[in-house]
Protein backbone atom coordinates (compact mmCIF):
# COMPACT_ATOMS: atom_id res chain seq x y z
CA UNK A 1 0.00 0.00 0.00
CA UNK A 2 1.78 3.40 -1.27
CA UNK A 3 1.80 6.35 1.59
CA UNK A 4 2.96 9.33 1.61
CA UNK A 5 2.27 10.62 5.34
CA UNK A 6 3.46 14.42 6.24
CA UNK A 7 4.10 16.14 9.43
CA UNK A 8 5.58 18.78 10.72
CA UNK A 9 2.67 21.44 9.94
CA UNK A 10 1.41 24.01 12.94
CA UNK A 11 1.03 27.53 13.74
CA UNK A 12 4.02 29.76 13.87
CA UNK A 13 4.42 33.71 13.66
CA UNK A 14 6.35 35.59 10.90
CA UNK A 15 9.89 35.24 11.12
CA UNK A 16 9.74 31.74 12.18
CA UNK A 17 10.89 28.22 10.58
CA UNK A 18 9.33 24.72 10.30
CA UNK A 19 10.88 21.38 8.83
CA UNK A 20 8.40 19.41 7.09
CA UNK A 21 8.54 15.83 6.80
CA UNK A 22 7.15 13.34 4.00
CA UNK A 23 7.39 9.21 4.77
CA UNK A 24 7.28 7.09 1.85
CA UNK A 25 6.44 3.79 1.77
CA UNK A 26 4.93 1.06 -0.56
CA UNK A 27 7.12 2.00 -3.63
CA UNK A 28 10.81 2.33 -4.65
CA UNK A 29 11.39 6.16 -3.10
CA UNK A 30 14.89 6.17 -4.57
CA UNK A 31 13.17 5.91 -8.34
CA UNK A 32 10.72 9.27 -7.46
CA UNK A 33 11.37 12.29 -7.57
CA UNK A 34 9.76 14.23 -4.80
CA UNK A 35 7.79 17.55 -4.68
CA UNK A 36 6.29 20.08 -2.58
CA UNK A 37 3.13 21.46 -3.46
CA UNK A 38 0.98 23.95 -1.25
CA UNK A 39 -2.45 24.99 -1.43
CA UNK A 40 -4.38 28.09 0.42
CA UNK A 41 -7.68 28.79 0.36
CA UNK A 42 -9.48 29.91 -2.69
CA UNK A 43 -6.50 29.59 -4.52
CA UNK A 44 -4.99 26.82 -7.31
CA UNK A 45 -2.45 24.43 -5.66
CA UNK A 46 1.31 25.65 -6.54
CA UNK A 47 4.88 24.01 -7.05
CA UNK A 48 6.95 24.95 -4.38
CA UNK A 49 9.58 23.05 -4.60
CA UNK A 50 11.17 19.94 -6.42
CA UNK A 51 14.16 17.76 -5.86
CA UNK A 52 15.50 14.52 -8.13
CA UNK A 53 15.25 11.34 -7.47
CA UNK A 54 19.03 11.18 -5.98
CA UNK A 55 18.42 14.24 -4.44
CA UNK A 56 21.75 15.58 -6.83
CA UNK A 57 21.51 18.16 -9.52
CA UNK A 58 19.48 21.39 -9.50
CA UNK A 59 16.61 21.73 -6.85
CA UNK A 60 13.57 23.76 -7.85
CA UNK A 61 12.24 26.57 -6.10
CA UNK A 62 9.12 28.84 -6.77
CA UNK A 63 10.16 32.11 -6.91
CA UNK A 64 8.05 33.15 -3.82
CA UNK A 65 9.83 30.98 -1.62
CA UNK A 66 13.37 31.20 -3.00
CA UNK A 67 16.38 32.20 -0.38
CA UNK A 68 13.73 30.74 2.21
CA UNK A 69 12.62 27.08 1.75
CA UNK A 70 15.33 24.11 1.27
CA UNK A 71 13.93 20.82 0.18
CA UNK A 72 16.21 17.68 0.86
CA UNK A 73 15.38 14.18 0.91
CA UNK A 74 17.64 10.79 2.63
CA UNK A 75 16.84 8.06 1.01
CA UNK A 76 18.04 5.95 3.49
CA UNK A 77 14.92 7.08 5.53
CA UNK A 78 12.09 6.88 2.68
CA UNK A 79 11.85 10.63 3.62
CA UNK A 80 11.66 14.17 1.80
CA UNK A 81 11.82 17.57 3.84
CA UNK A 82 11.07 21.12 3.01
CA UNK A 83 12.91 23.67 5.41
CA UNK A 84 11.13 26.79 5.92
CA UNK A 85 12.89 29.81 6.87
CA UNK A 86 11.69 33.39 7.73
CA UNK A 87 7.62 32.21 7.04
CA UNK A 88 5.42 35.24 6.09
CA UNK A 89 1.65 35.21 5.97
CA UNK A 90 1.55 34.34 2.54
CA UNK A 91 3.27 31.14 3.19
CA UNK A 92 -0.29 30.16 5.13
CA UNK A 93 -1.26 27.40 3.16
CA UNK A 94 -1.82 23.18 3.28
CA UNK A 95 1.71 21.73 2.38
CA UNK A 96 1.25 18.20 0.28
CA UNK A 97 4.25 16.15 -0.61
CA UNK A 98 4.07 14.42 -4.27
CA UNK A 99 6.40 11.50 -5.38
CA UNK A 100 6.46 11.11 -9.12
CA UNK A 101 8.14 9.12 -11.64
CA UNK A 102 7.39 9.22 -15.42
CA UNK A 103 3.33 9.18 -15.81
CA UNK A 104 3.18 7.83 -11.89
CA UNK A 105 2.32 9.98 -9.13
CA UNK A 106 1.49 9.66 -5.44
CA UNK A 107 -0.30 12.29 -3.34
CA UNK A 108 -0.01 12.82 0.71
CA UNK A 109 -3.01 13.81 2.45
CA UNK A 110 -1.56 17.72 3.62
CA UNK A 111 -0.38 19.17 6.61
CA UNK A 112 -1.87 22.54 7.39
CA UNK A 113 1.31 25.21 7.88
CA UNK A 114 -0.74 28.71 9.04
CA UNK A 115 1.43 32.01 9.67
CA UNK A 116 0.12 34.53 11.82
CA UNK A 117 0.94 37.34 14.13
Known amino acids: QVQLVESGGGLVQPGEALRLSCAAS????????MQWHRQAPGKERELVAG?????????LYADSVKGRFTISRDNTKNTAFLQMNSLKPEDTAVYYC?????????WGQGTQVTVSA
Open 98 to 106: KAIMGRSAY
Open 26 to 33: GFTFTHYA
Open 51 to 59: ISSTGGGNK
